[in-house]
């Protein structure tokens, strides 16, 4: 929220105080408090009538201070609060007359008593600080207030917000905020977190994460489940500020020598990936949105993908499984699919997984509705006049509200019985369309809910898949996201164009996400809106088949390769096979992410940090540590990537060798992109290429870059059941000796 007019004049509406000095320092558990008048106090008189803040530091992790800044301490905001797991640091405290020190883990935390600035070090080096109003307390829309008796009669009449501003250095890059499809760097950006069905193509974002990170060494998190503004060097071009409405707010400052260990201690508060089935990476095949279909028309689908040798792993009905007007009351259209039972126990002989699409609205006119609104088990108007209903979807929708116990399990079982039906997994739609003029079971503050909504929808859902499944078994395929709902895998990228600009626009909004705590990541291959080229599926295709997850899905046409061209068919076969090869080196990936929270799509800063060359990149990633993914996204098959230096690197799809620190520009056909292997790495290979589920230690293969003479490389896989190979690979004599230990 923009609250000055230039540096020095605030608004004409806005009314601040900002901490001035730290007039006390004291003592509490796990850090200090410091109370902090809008201006200094040097006598008793100059103690009255002033605004003052109380700000906490307290260590909630490992390299992970927590601040609490307050106005109103009785305050109750009522909003919904994200579940943290807190596991402090030992604190040393030094309170001087002139500074308060605070050390806990790797940061040190100074306070100025005469000014209340403070700086956040780590090693003795600068991470981030505050000073001169970067604190503060604003009311906003203040009128003035009467002491006469009447209605008017010393009323509070402002909207009350809670201010924060952190310096940038020169050169210091902002990254995160959830799935963002605006350019990567945040600085310049003004981003809101306010979850909303908007595409891929604004600055309007489906999952909101009130967390960022630099490339300075630290990340910050605001632990509000509220409207959270970000100004990122767009108000006062030397800060990132934010601010929350009411009269507390709450923010951790983490650090981290490199991204991954940011990552880990910001993953360490919020929660970890689960970990995710082996099945889930192969191909998803859709029905598509608007296409009408029957069991005919998906076996089709599905014998179509046989007859060409594609391997499929996961097939997904989408929104038409369900009877017109009747979404989602989870009843099939029985019409078009007569005897569901059994058709899926065909498709399972087939070898492949089910998928269907839900989300948490219920339209009026059934069965489902009349049970939710006998029992109470929806969302209420804020007026009292019954319960909220809206038509932007289906008619008369209604909301469940999972803020009620009974109401979270009722819906469970609803999903309870798609499983027992045959379903293995759902796609978890919508749930960022929810409206702030309702009331909820547990009272919570309905515009604090309109974020925190998503992380309670899929929460109810993963864990009763996971509760019939098992813990290695359970997955979502949700749109919407806050912070923590990365304990909830998979996500993906929401409703693309078929366009080159915005398959850039989706790998940016992919990369933002992947650099706000979550792990996996998938979209809808070729574009949900219009129809692709051949051209622009193809290099889809690529792109898509090198993300964590990989489906094909669509609006208006089917997406099965066969509908673009014959070649398209051999494309999608080539890059199937490619990343089912890749499985014993992608699912080792899993356990860090469920370990540690580091995503398997990497941004290039992410991976090279010390590398100027990879701070702004944005149309080219890492696939965990040793493989660089740079797509194509022109006709004419055109790649431009950079390499980052310190290395050198070698293409796996055609073995060329480029040393690093320099860009290239090269052309590329439909079977080859830059896939680059960093050298001085091993790349384990698998033996089979039909399926993403295996023993990945049988049969195995390695590809091994750049080996160095007498240079001894190693790599560790991990089976789907744990159990780990340490491969080593080291050049003698001009002899390559590859080794396997299971261990």
Aim: net charge negative; proline share 5%.
């Amino acid at each position: 929220m923009k609250y000055t007019e230039g540096y020095w004049l605030r608004k004409e509406n806005i009314m601040a105080s900002f901490a001035s000095q730290a007039f006390r320092v004291r003592p509490i558990e796990n850090g200090m408090r410091v109370t902090a008048p809008e201006r200094p106090i040097h006598s008793r008189a100059d103690a009255l009538d002033l605004t003052v803040l109380t700000i906490d530091f307290v260590s909630a992790g490992h390299n992970d201070i927590a601040v609490t800044l307050y106005h109103d301490m009785g305050y109750e905001s009522r909003e919904p609060r994200f579940s943290l797991d807190t596991a402090p640091d030992s604190v040393e405290l030094r309170i001087d007359d002139d500074e308060a020190e605070m050390r806990a883990g790797d940061i040190t935390v100074k306070v100025d008593r005469n000014t209340c600035a403070c700086r956040f070090e780590a090693g003795g080096k600068l991470l981030t600080s505050w000073g001169f109003r970067n604190v503060g307390y604003l009311r906003v829309n203040k009128t003035p207030s009467f002491f006469e008796a009447g209605p008017g009669y010393f009323q509070r009449t402002w909207e009350p917000y809670m201010l924060t501003e952190l310096s940038l250095k020169p050169q210091e890059c902002v990254y995160g905020f959830g799935e963002r499809f605006t350019p990567f760097v945040k600085n310049g950006q003004t981003v809101e977190i306010w979850n909303e069905d908007g595409g891929t193509a604004s600055a309007v974002s489906y999952k909101n994460v009130p967390f960022y990170m630099t490339n300075e060494h630290y990340g910050v998190f605001v632990d509000s489940t509220d409207h959270v503004s970000f100004e990122c060097a767009s108000e006062k071009v030397e800060y990132v500020s934010f601010t929350v409405p009411g009269e507390v707010m709450r923010w951790h400052l983490f650090y981290g020598e490199r991204p991954a260990d940011i990552i880990e201690a910001y993953t360490a508060l919020t929660g970890r990936p689960a970990m995710i089935p082996p099945w889930s990476f192969g191909l998803w095949l859709s029905t598509s949105f608007k296409p009408s279909y029957d069991e005919t028309t998906v076996s089709e689908m599905i014998e179509g993908m046989e007859k060409r040798n594609i391997p499929l792993s996961v097939f997904h009905f989408d929104c038409y499984w369900l009877k017109a007007l009747h979404w989602c009351d989870f009843r099939w259209d029985e019409e078009q699919f007569p005897d569901v039972r059994a058709m899926l126990a065909r498709y399972h002989g087939r070898g492949l997984k089910i998928c269907a699409w839900i989300n948490p609205y219920v339209a009026q006119d059934t069965e489902m509705f009349e049970e939710g609104k006998e029992k109470g088990y929806f969302l209420m108007r804020s007026d009292g006049r019954g319960i909220k209903q809206v038509d932007n979807w289906q008619p008369g929708l209604a909301l469940v509200d999972f803020t009620n116990p009974a109401a979270a399990k009722w819906y469970a079982g609803k999903i309870r019985d798609l499983l027992d039906m045959g379903i293995d997994c759902v796609k978890t739609d919508f749930g960022e369309r929810i409206p702030v003029d309702v009331s909820y079971y547990d009272g919570s503050d309905p515009a604090a809910m309109h974020n925190y909504y998503s992380f309670l929808y899929n929460q109810t859902v993963f864990r009763e898949i996971e509760r019939i499944k098992g813990k290695d078994q359970a997955l979502v395929f949700a749109r919407s996201a806050t912070a923590g709902s990365q304990q909830f895998p998979v996500h993906w990228g929401g409703d693309c164009f078929a366009s080159y600009a915005s398959m850039a626009e989706t790998l940016r909004g992919g990369l933002s996400f992947l650099s706000s705590g979550f792990a996996y990541w998938s979209h809808d291959i070729s574009g949900f809106e219009a129809t692709a080229s051949p051209d622009l599926y193809k290099r889809w295709v690529q792109f898509g088949l090198l993300s964590s997850h990989s489906r094909l899905h669509g609006s208006d046409t089917y997406r099965v390769p066969w509908v673009f061209d014959e070649e398209s068919c051999e494309v999608l076969r080539r890059f199937v096979n490619l990343k089912c090869t890749l499985m014993p080196y992608l699912y080792t990936l899993t356990y860090e992410a469920h370990e540690k929270g580091t995503p398997l799509m990497r941004p290039m800063f992410f991976e090279f940090p010390d590398d100027p060359g990879c701070r702004t990149l944005d149309l080219q990633y890492m696939l965990g540590d040793s493989l660089l993914v740079a797509p194509v996204f022109n006709e004419e098959g055109t790649a431009e990537f950079f390499l980052p230096a310190g290395h050198s690197w070698t293409n796996y799809l055609d073995g060329e060798v480029l040393s690093g620190g320099r860009w290239y520009r090269r052309t590329y056909d439909y079977f080859h992109m830059p896939l680059f292997v960093k050298n001085g790495t091993i790349l384990p290979v698998g033996s089979n290429d039909q399926r993403p589920d295996y023993d990945y230690t049988e049969g195995l293969d390695v590809f091994v870059a750049g080996a160095k003479e007498g240079e001894l490389m190693t790599r560790i896989v991990r089976n789907t059941d744990g159990k780990e190979l340490l491969i080593t690979a080291q050049q003698k004599d001009g002899h390559l000796i590859v080794e396997k230990k299971r261990k």
